[in-house]
């Protein structure tokens, strides 16, 4: 049983100088067989996990991670959490995951330092105030608050961005979801595998997949670094590498894995209080709560699987930054890093069966999966356990690739891709 | 970043460059006659292989002219350059 988190147990373990904590995870060598198998450790892996211990009882699960949990997408992105979406499936994909994000620290006991400060998404152009607007309405029809905000009401909101009409590209309002925010993204992975281990899943890292069994169109098993794994369920969150497992299968996804950069400035004290994204310039920032602001650049549109991009996307970024936040322009940045996404042809994730029996993919979410963190986990493990989506996931199946239903949030989520 | 060899202009600066995504994905002779699988397959399905890739470019700021790229896709290394209508290299 594990110990819970309190402000005891903090006080008790500062006795002993913090040196006779739990560990939060066993470190279990794979068992002969699984009843299902989640391949990739990050957030989205993880939460599947959890769910499926916790809501479908299957606790003879395992998941393999070839490097170390959390160490891919999940502690690479800028923690941004909104459920803002133009069309009514992404609607409710992304705030099934927002209402999960309002109590997962309770639930977890681990403190995800959920921070709902709003997101602001501005607009520097005609089409973009009218799409912004329309984006507004559709999400208030489908319960999402959203509300939009002219230029005073931008700087009201956030007073170090310089509205003046006279820039290149000025700001002519914004639109402001107030349950967004920020989350601490290494804290999700780590509270989803201390939960989803304490309920006797294995978490194996360092054991990469090599290749998947499969007799006629159903899986048997995969063969990893640390040996042969039978099971007769799959489920595969991979992020960039999806294609790389996909074809293991024998499969081909409509994917293409591409560098996304971010960077973090060195710590400052509390000047920016919210999210401010711009989807026509390219520039989004927070502030996290070591100081540092985040900053997320665009990605390469070239594939590549190297986790580093190109130089001029984190200066047009920095341009736009510069622009919008005079404040900044005498920052130092102190690191910069790229993380390689997987993205769909109609920016829009894939939680969805495949023609192999047993075989599932979670995938697709582009640059903007960490938001979806929780709701992801938990479709995604509705789908495992029942062989069929649930109905929030049910249009991000791979078949709208051949039906034409697709999901377009290209530039209507918000953010250019 | 990287450096490319336009085998029309030389090496340029990759900023000058556009990527094409896979090379070698043949528009079906008789569009009218495929099925929603096939359409699906030329339009949507991708390798997007990790490691040795073929791969149209265009040299949006320069000559504005397509060619063909072999690159290694796990670390970004250039393998071989050659024009549109050529065979890709066996090597």
């Known amino acids: ?417 | 970043m990287f450096l490319i060899n336009c085998p029309y202009c030389g090496e340029r600066d990759q900023q000058e460059f556009k990527a094409g995504g896979e090379a070698h994905i043949e528009r079906p002779k008789q569009p009218t006659e495929l099925s929603d699988d096939e359409w699906a397959e030329y339009l949507f399905m991708r390798k997007n292989i990790k490691g040795v890739q073929f791969e149209r470019w265009n040299h949006a700021h320069g000559c504005r002219k397509w060619f063909n790229m072999a690159r290694d896709t796990s670390n970004d290394e250039i393998k071989a350059i050659y024009k549109i209508g050529e065979k890709p290299p066996t090597q």
């Not at chain 1, 309770?106 to 709902?116: A, D, T």
């Not at chain 1, 069929?388 to 530039?411: I, M, Q, Y």
């Open chain 1, 1 to 417: 049983m594990r110990n819970k988190y309190s402000i005891f147990s903090l006080f008790k373990n500062a006795l002993s100088y913090h040196e006779n904590w739990q560990r939060a995870w066993k470190d279990p060598a794979p068992k002969k067989e699984y009843d299902a198998v989640i391949v990739g450790g990050g957030g989205h892996g993880l939460a599947t996990a959890y769910y499926l211990a916790k809501k479908h009882n299957m606790q003879n699960i395992a998941v393999v991670e070839k490097g170390w949990i959390g160490g891919g997408n999940t502690g690479r992105n800028t923690t941004i959490i909104r459920s803002n979406y133009l069309w009514d499936a992404s609607a409710g994909l992304y705030d099934h995951a927002l209402k999960i994000w309002e109590g997962l620290s309770q639930e977890l006991n681990y403190n995800v330092m959920f921070s709902q400060r709003g997101v602001m998404n501005l607009a520097h152009n005609l089409q973009d105030v009218r799409d912004l607007k329309r984006r507004t309405h559709a999400n208030r029809l489908n319960g999402i608050d959203a509300v939009y905000l002219n230029t005073e009401e931008v700087k009201k909101f956030c007073p170090i961005i310089n509205t003046s009409q006279d820039i290149r590209y000025p700001v002519l309002g914004g639109t402001l979801q107030r349950r967004a925010g920020t989350a601490r993204h290494d804290a999700v992975a780590w509270g989803y595998a201390r939960g989803a281990d304490e309920m006797g899943v294995d978490i194996i890292q360092n054991c990469e997949v090599k290749s998947i069994k499969r007799s006629g169109d159903t899986v048997e098993g995969i063969e990893t670094t640390k040996g042969f794994i039978k099971t007769k369920k799959i489920g595969v969150v991979a992020a960039g590498h999806s294609s790389v497992v996909a074809n293991m299968a024998g499969l081909k996804l409509p994917l293409e894995s591409k560098p996304l950069q971010a960077l973090v400035s060195e710590p400052v004290k509390p000047i920016i209080d919210t999210v401010v994204m711009s989807n026509a310039v390219h520039a989004y920032v927070s502030q996290s709560d070591k100081g540092e602001l985040v900053i997320g650049a665009g990605t390469d549109d070239y594939i590549s699987y190297s986790q580093k991009g190109s130089h001029q996307i984190v200066e047009g970024t920095l341009n736009a930054i510069l622009e919008l936040y005079p404040i900044f322009s005498r920052m130092r940045m102190l690191r910069q890093w790229g993380g390689i996404v997987d993205i769909c042809p109609d920016a829009s994730p894939i939680l969805s069966k495949t023609s192999i029996k047993g075989l599932y993919f979670n995938c697709g979410w582009g640059t903007g999966g960490f938001k979806a963190t929780p709701g992801s986990g938990d479709l995604f493990a509705h789908t495992i356990a029942n062989d069929e989506p649930h109905k929030l996931n049910a249009a991000f199946n791979l078949n709208r690739f051949v039906s034409g239903d697709l999901v377009d949030e290209h530039g209507a989520a918000a953010v250019a891709h």
